[in-house]
C-alpha cells in the first residue's frame, strides 16, 4: 500500500484553486425610475397626509375649544365698549343710571304712600275716589287724551337734505321714554305707547298715519337733567342725526306745553275684570 493510499489519507480530497472574480456593481435602474432627493422623499412621506381617527377625533377637539374661545374674546370685546369713552361721558352715563334708579324709587315710595293712605284713611270711600281721580289724570296723560305741561326739553331736528328715516326719530322716542319722558310731541301728533312711525312716500315721517316733516319738533315733559343728556351721550341720537348733515338743537325750559290730544277709544272685546 503506498503512501498515498494510507487509511487515514483515503477520504482526502483536493479543493480546487481559487479563481478571482470580479466585483459587482449594482444593476442601473430602470429607464422609467427616477432617484429621488432627500427633499422629494420627505415631501413624498408627508403627503398625502394619512390620518388616523384619534388623530382626527383630536383635531375635531381642538377646533370647538378654539371656536368657543373666540366666541368669549369677541364677547368681552363687545362687553368693553364703552372702554373707549372719555371719563365725563363715562361719568354722565352714570349719573343717568343713578338718576333712573332714583325715579324707580320714587315711584315705588308714591304707590307704598298710597297704598297706607287707604289703609289708615278713616273714609275710605273719600280717599280711593281722591286717588282714583288722580291716577286718571296721570293716565289720561299716558294715553294723550289729556293736555300736560311741566319742565322738559325741546328737540328741534332741521333736514334740508331729506336723509332722516322714521327709525332714526323711533331711536330718539325710544331714549327719551328710557331717560323719564312723561309726554312727547312731534309737531301736532301726541305720542302714545302704541304709536308708530313709517316712512312717507316723498320724504318725510308718517306718526300713526299722519305725514310730518321737517323740522321735526319734539316737545317733551320730563326732567331735564335727564333727558338732554341722554341725547348727547357719545354715539347717540344728537351724532347720529348730524352724522346725517341735519341740523340738531337742544333746548332746556321750565314750562313744555304738551296740547295734541287723541281721542279716547272704547275696547272692542276688552273689558275690566274687577267685579
Do not use: C
Amino acid at each position: 500500500m503506498s503512501a498515498d493510499e494510507k487509511p487515514e489519507h483515503r477520504h482526502r480530497r483536493e479543493l480546487p484553486a481559487e479563481v478571482p472574480t470580479a466585483p459587482q456593481t449594482p444593476a442601473p435602474p430602470a429607464s422609467g425610475a427616477q432617484r429621488l432627493t432627500g427633499r422629494q422623499r420627505l415631501a413624498k412621506g408627508l403627503w398625502p397626509p394619512r390620518v388616523t381617527r384619534p388623530q382626527l377625533i383630536v383635531a375635531l377637539l381642538l377646533f370647538v375649544l378654539g371656536l368657543g374661545l373666540a366666541i368669549q374674546v369677541r364677547s368681552n370685546n363687545d362687553s368693553s365698549a364703552l372702554r373707549g369713552a372719555r371719563q365725563e361721558d363715562l361719568v354722565r352715563i352714570l349719573d343717568e343710571l343713578d338718576d333712573r334708579t332714583q325715579r324707580l324709587e320714587e315711584e315705588k315710595r308714591s304707590l307704598e304712600e298710597q297704598r297706607a293712605g287707604l289703609e289708615n284713611s278713616s273714609d275710605q270711600a273719600e280717599e280711593a275716589r281722591k286717588q282714583t281721580v288722580e291716577r286718571e289724570q296721570q293716565l289720561g296723560i299716558l294715553a294723550g287724551t289729556v293736555a300736560a305741561q311741566g319742565p322738559g326739553i325741546t328737540l328741534a331736528i332741521e333736514d334740508k337734505k331729506g336723509a332722516i328715516e322714521a327709525d332714526m326719530l323711533l331711536d330718539a322716542i325710544q331714549e327719551l321714554r328710557a331717560a323719564g319722558a312723561e309726554a312727547i310731541q312731534i309737531n301736532d301728533v301726541r305720542v302714545v305707547a302704541g304709536t308708530h312711525l313709517s316712512d312717507a312716500g316723498g320724504g318725510g315721517v308718517r306718526v300713526d298715519g299722519r305725514e310730518v316733516g321737517e323740522p321735526y319738533l319734539f316737545k317733551v315733559i320730563g326732567k331735564p337733567q335727564d333727558l338732554e343728556p341722554a341725547l348727547n351721550i357719545p354715539g347717540g341720537v344728537v351724532q347720529t342725526l348730524e352724522k346725517e348733515q341735519a341740523t340738531v338743537t337742544v333746548t332746556r325750559s321750565e314750562k313744555i306745553v304738551v296740547n295734541a290730544l287723541r281721542p279716547a277709544k272704547r275696547p272692542d272685546y276688552a273689558r275690566s275684570s274687577s267685579p
